[in-house]
């Protein structure tokens, strides 16, 4: 992608961006664009937004997951290893892999 120069539109910076589409998204976004009565523009930034913001959630899940755990821990008062951090081969894999076998 290559961004050209800032133009200033509804009151928002925005960026100039060339894109290269894939020709049946192309045709996705037209049809979308004239289904919805809405500029292709309008159309592609809905869709970037829309698929940004689930990409993003996607990402954290995994944290959101490993916290969950973490207050489940907490709650039950679970303890680990306190050397889990040196030990973590063993502890994985089942093998101390500093070790020759």
Same mark, same amino acid.
């Given at each position: 992608?290559?961004?050209?120069y800032?133009?200033?539109? /509804?009151?928002?910076?925005m ?5 290269y589409?894939?020709e #049946? ?12 009565k809405?500029?292709?523009?309008e159309?592609?930034?809905q869709?970037?937004e829309?698929g940004?913001?689930d990409l993003q959630?996607?990402?954290s899940?995994?944290a959101?997951t ?6 489940l821990?907490?709650?039950h008062?679970?303890?680990?290893p306190k #050397?889990?951090?040196?030990?973590? /081969?063993?502890l994985?894999w089942g093998k101390d892999? /500093?070790?020759?076998?």
């Amino acid at each position: 992608m290559t961004t050209y120069y800032t133009t200033y539109y /509804n009151l928002f910076e925005m960026f100039k961006t060339y894109l290269y589409l894939p020709e #049946n998204l192309e045709e996705k976004i037209k049809y979308t664009s004239a289904a919805q009565k809405k500029s292709k523009a309008e159309v592609m930034r809905q869709a970037l937004e829309k698929g940004i913001a689930d990409l993003q959630r996607e990402g954290s899940a995994s944290a959101q997951t490993l916290l969950k755990l973490a207050e489940l821990g907490k709650k039950h008062k679970l303890r680990g290893p306190k #050397n889990s951090s040196v030990r973590m /081969n063993e502890l994985l894999w089942g093998k101390d892999w /500093n070790k020759d076998e």
